[in-house]
């Protein structure tokens, strides 16, 4: 499984982004998804999550601002950035969870894969 995010940019504070990452490969279902980010000298952190039935979880700091959602036919996760601040400047990753049948094992195997980050800068 492979993921591919988009929608980055630059944008003043108090604008608005909107990511969107989506899921691709053969024979595979996805579970859990995620958005985390990543500021410069700073460690990886976990944004928003959304669970295959659509129940959400935010970091304290962008509830209220940001909305986490997904298609599953069309096994995308987005995630709407509003009111954008300078600290939201980070490089923004996608995961997801999954579960896919390896023809090679001839087995259900399940892992967790990540998009290639996409940059999000809030400066004026």
């Known amino acids: 499984v492979q993921l591919q995010a988009s929608g980055g940019g630059s944008v003043q504070p108090g604008g608005s982004l909107r990511l969107s990452c989506k899921a691709s490969g053969s024979r595979f279902s996805i579970n859990d998804m995620e958005w985390h980010r990543q500021a410069p000298g700073k460690q990886r952190e976990l944004v928003a999550a959304?669970?295959?039935?659509?129940?959400?979880n935010y970091a304290d700091s962008v509830k209220g601002r940001f909305t986490i959602s997904r298609d599953n036919a069309k096994n995308m996760v987005y995630l709407q950035m509003n009111s954008l601040k300078p600290e939201d400047t980070a490089v923004y990753y996608c995961?997801?969870?999954?579960?896919?049948?390896?023809?090679?094992?001839?087995?259900?195997?399940?892992?967790?894969?990540w998009g290639q980050g996409t940059l999000v800068t809030v400066s004026s």
């Open positions: 959304i669970s295959s039935d659509g129940t959400t």
């Open positions: 995961n997801a969870d999954y579960k896919a049948f390896d023809s090679s094992l001839s087995t259900l195997v399940v892992g967790r894969a």
